[in-house]
């Protein structure tokens, strides 16, 4: 169970000043290495007692991994790029706005400010037992406390949960799968580019784990290809608050749309799962037509197929078939209780 205290406990703190340097002390600690970055999600882990590691690499230091660089193929974002910086960047706001209103969404001011875009994608589940330090599936145990009649779970995941249910929280990671970014990863065998959402993990994979990030990997930066600037974009989360709050969903779109009818499009939900999904069905079924509310609710439909709600989030159903509905038909009144 959780230990809450005020300061930290001791570990080595390791602050490199060159991704090469941080690598190699990741690779000669291994298993006992954390990675961090902004150190929002991280702080709670190791203050709690609940993550123990050995040693800390501090990427703070780390100019290369800092900025927001326009490149002969679109964007380079460095991993330890702020949120607000993300949110005030013009060449952002302007070519891939999607980002920026993601990005603008997470959390509140102050942990935009510290929060990096690298930690943001790569921050580990919000599942209040595993948290607290139950000894769960995702923890290495062999029991879900979520997935059971009186389990905390409204918050859980509605698709694709196997053993655990608990999901991706991040703001983000959706923007960036609409838009088909790379992940510039660094690992002991050179450097790995991946598709965004190539780059997360469910349980199916690996339970213990929400990116495909193994000891002595991390992530240096993040890339937009130009082929989605422009679009149509949509982002929207529904949360508790309207402000400091995970999403309990969200989703982004990239449309592009010629005679009224879609020609191109690229969707992706969050908090649904325990990765972004990419709604590639969805995708296929509306290319060629009309974007408006007939096919914005045909497509809302089909992307809840397979939906298996838990006791307390049913609600995500229609919920995610209603943002799906708008991001595609453009509806924008508040009409997910239909
Ligand atoms: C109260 C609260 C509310 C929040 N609300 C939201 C919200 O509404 N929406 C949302 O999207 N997020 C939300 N967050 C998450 C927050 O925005 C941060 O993005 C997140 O906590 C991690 O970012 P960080 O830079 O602080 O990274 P850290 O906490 O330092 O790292 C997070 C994880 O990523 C790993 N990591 C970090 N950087 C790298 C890297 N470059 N390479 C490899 N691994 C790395 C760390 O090892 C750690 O496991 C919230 C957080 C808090 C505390
Ligand atoms: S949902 Fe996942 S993280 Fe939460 S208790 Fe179940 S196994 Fe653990």
């Not at 602050?15 to 702080?43: E, I, M, N, R, Y």
């Not at 603008?104 to 330090?133: F, K, M």
């Not at 949509?234 to 969903?249: G, I, Q, S, T």
Request: aromatic share 8%; net charge neutral; proline share 6%.
């Amino acid at each position: 169970m959780a230990v809450i205290r005020d300061v930290m406990p001791s570990f080595q703190l390791l602050q490199p000043t060159s991704v090469d340097d941080a690598q190699k002390l990741l690779q000669q600690h291994g298993g006992d290495a954390w990675v961090l970055g902004g150190g929002l999600d991280s702080f709670d882990w190791l203050k709690d007692r609940i993550k123990r590691p050995k040693a800390v690499v501090d990427l703070s230091g780390i100019e290369e991994l800092r900025g927001i660089r326009e490149t002969s193929d679109g964007l380079e974002i460095g991993a330890m790029t702020t949120l607000t910086e993300v949110v005030r960047s013009p060449i952002v706001k302007q070519k891939y706005g999607l980002l920026s209103q993601a990005a603008e969404l997470v959390a509140s001011p102050q942990i935009r400010h510290q929060g990096t875009l690298g930690g943001n994608v790569s921050q580990d589940a919000r599942c209040w037992y595993y948290r607290a330090g139950w000894p769960c599936y995702r923890a290495g145990g062999n029991i879900c406390y979520a997935d059971t009649p009186v389990g905390h779970n409204r918050e859980h995941a509605i698709l694709h949960a196997e053993r655990c249910v608990a999901v991706n929280p991040s703001d983000t990671a959706p923007a960036l799968v609409a838009l088909d970014a790379k992940f510039v990863v660094r690992t002991p065998k050179g450097e790995r580019i991946v598709d965004a959402e190539d780059y997360f993990v469910g349980p199916d994979i690996d339970i213990t784990r929400m990116t495909i990030l193994q000891p002595g990997s991390l992530l240096a930066a993040i890339r937009i290809p130009p082929t989605w600037a422009g679009a149509q974009f949509y982002f929207e989360k529904v949360r508790d608050r309207n402000v400091w709050d995970f999403p309990l969903l969200n989703v982004a779109s990239a449309m592009f749309v010629s005679g009224g009818s879609i020609d191109r499009i690229r969707i992706a939900v969050n908090a649904a799962a325990a990765r972004p999904l990419r709604l590639k069905a969805v995708e296929d079924s509306v290319r060629g037509k009309p974007a408006n509310a007939a096919t914005g609710e045909m497509a809302g439909k089909l992307s809840v197929e397979g939906a298996v709600p838990l006791t307390f989030n049913a609600y995500k159903i229609p919920l995610m078939r209603n943002l799906v509905k708008r991001a595609i038909g453009g509806v924008q009144e508040a009409a997910w209780a239909s």
